[in-house]
């Protein structure tokens, strides 16, 4: 009697493990679909721009950003010394892609997959690329050879990517500029341009298919700059303001980033995507500008950066979208002094190229603003630039301990 009692238990027992089991690995699976399939999982990024030539190397570059907490970037291409030096460190990176190469994958999609074979695959998983910008800025520009290979390369990328059954892990994605929409004032106004809308229509058909969401360059800045008789420094900055009201939504404004923001939401909307995820792609403010670049100053790039970084850290949408995150990555995390065009376009950066902080907004930098001189006696006695900005970086944390 008390075997059979024993018995009967152990194999209700084992039924329930069984089916526990089973239970906890259908949950894990679904989990991992739902997380990998998002290049961007956190609110605040920045855009790790290299076009210049007195830049710390990679490996010091994710001390920073590690220090920075920092751990989601862009980049914009898929250089190998940057993955390398990425592997293990847990940062989540979107790879570029570069407009340069789109007629080529647009041709065929071997060539794609020649690509991703050689810039993407070899690093998974232990640098955790999590998506690929195709293009940038393509829609809207003036190579209109460009708009017409946009969707086949798009496709192909994510095809190829398919086929190595990668597409839960790395999202395909293009980033627009504002050059996109006939308009975006008041935000419930914004249209796509005509012209854009026979390229843009399918593409957002496709990403819809495919979960990817609608990736903007959204810059107050420049918005400000072209019109700073008419807008409000302070609208721009996230600083107290009147604000703005928008007659047929009945919403109200405080800032322009989410002016911006729901301007896409409403362009997305009247064409038939009013489900799509905006995220921000690029937004800064630059601290140095020419004579005619209005507000380009250190403190209201450190203003707009330091209230940007506020507002993204409290995980809230915007006022069109209140249930949908605001996410953004920020232009850009060095002072690049080999980019061309104004002054403003090499002092975005919220870190000088030595790895000190532009102005503060809470970061550390590699090396103090003060100590440079430091910096320059490590040198002085033979220590290899990474080694520099590495000893530099872990000061601060030896210091507290």
Known sequence: MEYSYIVNMLTKYMRFSSFFLRFLLVFYLISLNVLTAHAFTGTYGVNYGRRADNLPP?????????????????????????????????????????????????????RAMDWIKENVQPFLPGTSIRGIAVGNEILGGTNMELWEVLLPAVKNVYNALDRLDLTKVVQVSSPHSEAVFANSFPPSSCTFRDDVLPFMKPLLQFFSQIGSP??????????????????????????????????????????????????????????????????????????????????????????????LRKRLLKKKGTPYRPKMVAKAYVFALFNENLKPGPTSERNFGLFKADGSIAYDIGFTGLVPSSATSSLLSFKGIGLSNSLVFTIAALLPLILTL
């Open 214 to 307: 609608f990736y903007i360059n959204a810059y107050p800045f420049l918005a400000f700059k072209s019109d700073p008789e008419h807008i409000d420094i302070n609208y721009s900055l996230f600083q107290p303001n009147e604000g703005i009201d928008d007659a047929k939504t009945k919403l109200h404004y405080d800032n322009m980033f989410e002016a911006q923001v729901d301007a896409a939401y409403a362009a997305l909307e009247k064409v038939g995507f009013e489900k799509t995820e905006v995220i921000v792609s690029e937004t800064g403010w630059a601290s140095k500008g020419d004579e005619d670049e209005a507000g380009a100053t250190v403190k209201n790039a450190m203003t707009y950066n330091k209230n």
């Open 58 to 110: 990679p490996g010091s570059v994710v001390t920073l950003l590690k220090a920075a907490k920092i751990k989601n970037i862009r980049i914009y291409d898929a250089d190998h010394e940057v993955l390398t030096a990425f592997k293990g460190s847990g940062i989540e990176i979107v790879v570029g892609l570069g407009n340069e190469f789109l007629k080529d994958i647009s041709v065929a999609e071997d």
